[in-house]
Structures are given as C-alpha cells and as structure tokens.
C-alpha cells in the first residue's frame, strides 16, 4: 500500500491479530501440544525428542552440589548427557554475569566462531542499551538430540532468557530460544543461536537489530543507531502517553513501556512483520508483558502521541493476561476501548472517526450488532477506519451510561476472563446485554448525527 496522506494519517487504522494469538498459545501450554501461533512462554514445551528426561529452567548461577564426572569412552549416554549439562550450565553462569556487569568479553566467551559472537555481541550491545535487570540464563530443556562431529558430542538446548528492563528489582518474565553447543579440547561452546521465530512471536527487536535506547520512568523508547534521534524526541512523547494508559491499567501496572521505533526493514522483520496500512501495532512479548512497535516511515511526531496512547491502552488493558477472544466477537471492545483512552475525555465532537463512522452507518447499513463489527481483512481503509470507530463510540456509550469503573469492569472480564457477554452484562451492568447493545447503537447515531 502507498504511504499514507497526511489527511490518512489523522485516523489510520491499527494493526489486529496479534493480541488474538494470545489464546491459541496458552491454551496449547495447558495443553501440552504445539499452536500455529504460540506465545514465548516461561515454560514452552520442547520442540524436539529429548536424550534424557528434560530439566526443569533452573538459574545459571545456581551451582549444581558437585560435578558429575567427564566422560570416558563407552560411558552411557546419561553420563554425557549429565557432563553436558552441567559444562553449559557452567557457560550460562559466566554469560549471565557478564550481562548484569556490562562484560561483554564474558558474555560471547562461549562463542565457537566468529558468527556466534556476533550474534551474542548484538544481543548484548542492545539489552544492555536497553537498561536490562533480572538477567538470567538458564537451561529451559536438553540437552537433546546428541550428534558425534568431529569425534566430539554435540547437543542442542532450549535456553530460558529472564530478564525485565529499566528497573532494579522486578519479577522477571522469561523468554525462550535454541541453541546448539558442542564439546572440544577447550570446552563447551556454542556453535549456533537461533532468533526465536514467528510462531514464537519472534524475532524480537533485541535479536536482531543492534539498538540504541532512551529509558524514562514509564517508558523505554529503543530503535536501531540509526534512529537514535527519533528514540531521544519519541522519549518525552512516550512518558506522556503512559501517564494516560497508567490510569487505566488493570492487573499488575507495567514497569515500563517498551516501545520500538521501526525503519523499513525493521517493520517486516521484527515480531514477524506486520500489514503496510498499519502505524503501530501491540503484540505479546512475554508472559507478562506486551510490547509495541511503531512504523517510523508513516508515523509524524505530532501524531505519534495519540498512537502511543492506543497502543499503550493495548497494554493497559491486556498484558499478561489470557486474550480469550478466539472469535471476533469482542474486537469492537479490544480496540474501543483503545480507543477510549487514546481520547482520554477529551470530547467526541473532534474525534478523527467521526465521518468514516458515520459513512458505514449510512452506506453499509449498519445496524449496531458489535459482535460482527471487525472489518475484513481486504477491506478499504475506510471502512477499517469506521470499525474502530464505532468501537469507541459504543465503548463510550457504556462509560456514560453506566460509569466508568463498571465499563472497566466489562473489559476486565470479556476480554481478560473470557467470560460470555450475555453473563457479564446482567452481572455487571445490571440489564440484558440486548438493551445495553440498543440503548448504545442509539447513543451512536445520536452522536453521528444519523
């Protein structure tokens, strides 16, 4: 799609799907079984056969009670495995002390060849830029699938990544991704290290691009060096767009807001990419935190701040919880209600969807059922436009018909407890979702003037 007008810009449309994703992954975890779309995870389950029975993610810095001893030739298998184990183990403690002291020489020691050390080089540049606390490596499964190369074992293991950004003390959140070492006269050394990929929600901006990073005391903005301008003048504009989402956060508030400014190349790689049409879109980065990513090429600076806002009421409202939204049904309040602190009460008489939202209205014939209110994928920009749209003008209805706090509630409930609309309503606005779903189409038209 051509970059957008300015005139577009004033309402561009936001990306959708991958907060739906949420569902399919956790409900794959607790069922033990791989998803098309899965999210990084304390505890994913191992993508390949193990050689012994998996380990559990322990910390890198704990010492195992003793060495277990090297192995000699015609020695089981549970002897290699366990030596490999633990020289890992070894390596990762090393790696994870460098990180927290800023050592980069201790972080990429276990690097085979140059290769690796690059990619270990890059992680370490741009979480270090990024203000990373809580680190911690650490085995999450394996080793597994042993080779004989050269005469010497080889193994790969998934590794477990905590860490948070920005804060001095947290409750890490984990991310995976895989690894092969293999065993030589100077050790074991890491011969490969994977990004994770799209179906693990990745690759993440950290992975693969070398970034530079501004840190506030509500928001990160990082971006590649080639950006680190943007990243200084999006800083003050990112801190007051979380001071907005902070008020309507529900569950745990987030340390920070992590925010990444995309080039080009960056938007189709990072998290696996995201539509042209779109500006900014949210996506789960880990358990318990959503990240954002914005789209420099057709983001101005003086429309940045209400994108923010959108999307920062993205992870207000939803991060580290299940999205249990696998239909479409509760889209309009996903994006309503981003829509709704993106606005913060500031008035619907200039509100930037007002004339696509009355288009659909008069020209789709409308008639107010929400459930069926997510636009499809090939449709105009209008049109996309007006959904969110009319989204806002219902999630608005309900806030003043029925206040704030049980609106917040409605959300709370739907959309992070995944219970049923006709249940939620009667319990928590006390009338019939129907009435409620009427009384608010009327309240749109009224404010459209239709």
Known sequence: MPALTPAELAAPPRRRGLIVSLVVA??????????????TSDEPAPSATAAAPATSATPASAAPTGPPPSPKPGDPESVRFSWALDQIRTSLATMTKGMRDGNLGAFVKPAADKKVRAELDRRFRSLRAMKVSGFDLSVNSGPFNEKKVRGFSEWS???????????????????????????????????????????????????????????????????????????RAYLPIA??????????????KPDRYIVYLA??????????????????????????????????E?????????????????????????????TDADWWLTEGIAEYIEWDKRGMANYDRKQSSRRLIRE???????????????????????AYGLGYYATSCIAAQFGQKK??????????EGRAVSVVSDQYLGVPWPTVSKRCFTYTKQKLGV
């Open 26 to 39: 956790f409900v794959a975890l607790l069922c033990g079984v791989p998803a098309v779309v899965v999210l």
């Open 157 to 231: 293991v998934r590794i477990g990544m905590a860490h948070c950004f920005a804060v001095a003390t947290c409750a890490p959140s984990t991310v995976v991704f895989d690894t092969v070492w293999r065993d030589s006269a100077a050790g074991y050394r890491m011969t490969k290290i994977s990004a994770m990929t799209a179906d693990d929600n990745g690759p993440q901006p950290w992975e693969v691009s070398t970034l530079t990073a501004v840190v506030g005391s509500r928001a990160v903005v990082a971006a590649p060096k080639s950006y680190a301008a943007k990243a």
């Open 239 to 252: 801190e007051r767009a979380a001071r907005t989402a902070d008020k309507y956060v529900l569950g745990a």
């Open 263 to 296: 080039g080009p190349a960056e938007w189709k790689k990072w998290f696996g990419g995201s539509e042209e049409w779109a500006v900014g879109f949210t996506t789960a980065a880990t358990r318990t935190r959503s990240d954002i990513v914005l789209r420099l």
């Open 298 to 326: 057709d983001l101005t600076n003086s429309y940045a701040e209400s994108v923010l806002k959108h999307e920062m009421g993205h992870v207000a409202t939803l991060a580290g919880r299940e999205y249990h939204a696998d």
């Open 364 to 386: 789709r014939k409308f008639k107010g059922n929400l459930e069926k209110l997510v636009p499809d994928d090939d449709a105009p920009d209008w049109q996309i436009d007006a």
């Open 407 to 416: 609106l917040m509630n409605l959300v709370d409930q739907l959309l992070r």
